[in-house]
């Protein structure tokens, strides 16, 4: 990856969006390729605690009718988003600590003590995947200001003919206040007319970073080529969320020059540090069913 950093936040400040081609190098993007392979291969015989975080296309469908034109009966049981990445494979868990994203995050962020709120992956399946409704992240994650950025690796190539994500350069620029609910949808009729919006396109392992408030959608994928997209969001300082819900690795914060929150990362990520003989730290117990410990209610 070409370290840019001056090019990196005027594009970001100027537009709300920053495209970093290579950020993923061909030996991980082949290695995350195929793991999101085998959880999109493998659907039907993943465990209930990992199959409740993934949605189908058929379940967009429901809520969001005007997103696909195609027929239930051609869409199958095409994915459409995972959610909770990270407890699914490690490698998706190691890719909190991928250095070259953390590099541009701390550019953007403008210092070392930014926190990773969640990863998900959002496939657009060959031929029957859906468009995105246009939106603005912020309403979605609630939080108490717009001190967060949205991170994307692409898996894939992302052109026009696969549903590329199209932007509204420029619309970042708003007063927090002055963002409402209803910006998770927004209609046609309320678009800006004197932006002209940008097809993002940009190779397979190219990083894509937003602002939270910036005006983005995408349409369906009606080619022959996937177009996956690894997302995160990650948080900046002085800036909490409101709901309830806690998503896996959530707070920590892999730049931080605080003691404490480097033995929290040794602690998450054992398998990235090395012990005084040079072997990897143990590894961290992630669940109850891998400590032994019943679930609660449970005997």
Known sequence: MKHEPQRWKADYERDGYVVVPDCVDAELLGRLRAAADRITSNYNRLPPSLRVHIQLEQDF???????????????????????????????????ICHEPLLDVLETLFG????????????IKAPRVSSAFVWHRDLPYLQHTSPNLLT???CLDE??????????????????????????????????PRDIEPVTVKCPAGSAVLFHVNIIHGGGPNRSEIPRRNIISIWTGPHTYS?????????GVMPRSKDPERRKQLRMAFPRLFKDEQGQPLPRAVNSREEAGVPAPGRT
């Open 151 to 153: 991170a994307m690796i």
């Open 61 to 95: 469908l429901k809520f969001q009718p005007q997103t696909n034109d195609l027929p239930p009966e051609r869409i199958g049981d095409a994915i459409k988003l995972i959610m909770e990445l990270p407890m699914f494979d490690p490698i998706f868990a190691d890719l």
């Open 111 to 122: 210092t070392s003590e930014f926190a990773f709120h969640n990863y998900k992956a959002i």
């Open 242 to 250: 409101g709901i309830a819900h806690r998503f896996a690795y959530q």
């Open 158 to 191: 992302m052109s026009q003919a696969n549903g590329a994500t199209v932007v509204y350069p420029g619309t970042h620029r708003i007063p927090h206040e002055s963002v409402p609910p209803s910006d998770m949808h927004i209609p046609e009729a309320k678009l």
